[in-house]
């Protein structure tokens, strides 16, 4: 790590030697799995300003290493002479923590859409048998089928609900997201936990997503997209975005979304019928 690139040497038959200029690094997140965590190790990912893949990953430092490294990156992009990088961390300013109840929230009100899904796949491949099957059960057994594809549809619809509860609370246990300096930094997750970067100079867009059972309660998650993400390439998130609050009152939402990024009360308009 030098004043204005991050360096990297590695292979042992074929040498690679990279320079990576400092002012193009975005993100710096760092993972973290049970087995790491025990071993005291963390992956450190370098994401870059319209880069298609990560652009450096570092397998492996310890996690102080990893968080030290976050550190200095971020206190040389800002200009700052050395050692005032964890005072700057020390004095940032803790924006959202997700309470256990609000956990628990976010799991009761989150729906994984992969079991119905399945389900229609199922149903469409054996549509073609199923006229058949139902001439020769009959009158009762037809109902009979109907009561087993009832029963068949509630039962994805359980399991779907119980593990999209249980993916969003190993996915956002501990969350937290502070404002250190020019940039919001995040942590989050029970079996593989993140650390991650924001910067809020690239922040490309906020999204504020609700679902129809969080909408009935009041309550949304917010979204934020950087220039350092490639869209399918987020850091644990489908479509290139970072959470910055995972579920909240719909008020908190955009009123953290207007500090973040000040937007106003835009006046939005349905299209006419």
């Known amino acids: 790590l030098t004043g204005d690139t991050l360096d990297i040497a590695s292979g042992v038959v074929a ?16 993972r973290r799995n049970v087995v790491q965590r025990l071993l005291g190790i963390a992956a450190v990912d370098l994401e870059t300003a319209g880069g ?7 397998r492996y430092v310890s996690f102080a290493e990893g968080k030290r490294l976050q550190r200095e990156i971020s206190r040389l992009k800002r200009g700052e002479p050395e050692g005032t990088s964890g005072t700057e961390e020390a004095s940032g300013t803790e924006l959202f923590r997700l309470s256990p109840r609000e956990l628990a ?8 859409l992969r079991g119905p899904g399945f ?18 059960l009959g009158s009762g057994g037809t ?12 039962f994805v619809v359980l399991v779907s609900w119980v593990g999209g509860a249980a993916v969003t609370g190993l996915n956002y246990h501990g969350f937290r997201l502070t ?12 079996l593989r936990r993140y650390d991650g970067s924001i910067p809020l100079d690239k922040v490309q867009t906020l999204t504020v997503t609700d679902n129809p059972l969080k909408r009935r309660f009041g309550y949304a998650t917010l979204y934020i997209e950087t220039a350092g993400y490639a869209p399918g390439s987020g850091s644990g998130d489908d479509h290139g975005s970072q959470t910055a609050v995972p579920i909240a009152r719909v008020g ?4 953290l979304a207007d500090e973040i990024e000040p937007f106003g ?9």
Do not use: C, K, M
Not at 179 to 190: A, P, S
């Open 143 to 154: 109902l009979a089928l109907v009561g087993v594809g009832v029963g068949l549809l509630g």
């Open 52 to 58: 298609g893949s990560t652009e450096a990953a570092i």
């Open 119 to 136: 389900l229609l796949f199922v149903l469409y491949a054996g549509g073609a048998a199923i006229p058949g099957l139902v001439d020769r």
């Open 179 to 190: 404002r250190v300096g020019d940039e919001l930094q995040y942590e989050r997750g029970l």
């Open 105 to 112: 929230l976010a799991g009761a009100l989150s729906f994984d």
């Open 252 to 255: 908190r939402v955009f009123d």
């Open 15 to 30: 040498r690679r030697n990279r320079e990576i200029p400092l002012r193009r690094i975005q993100n710096v997140d760092i």
């Open 265 to 273: 009360d835009p006046d939005l308009r349905r299209p006419p019928r």
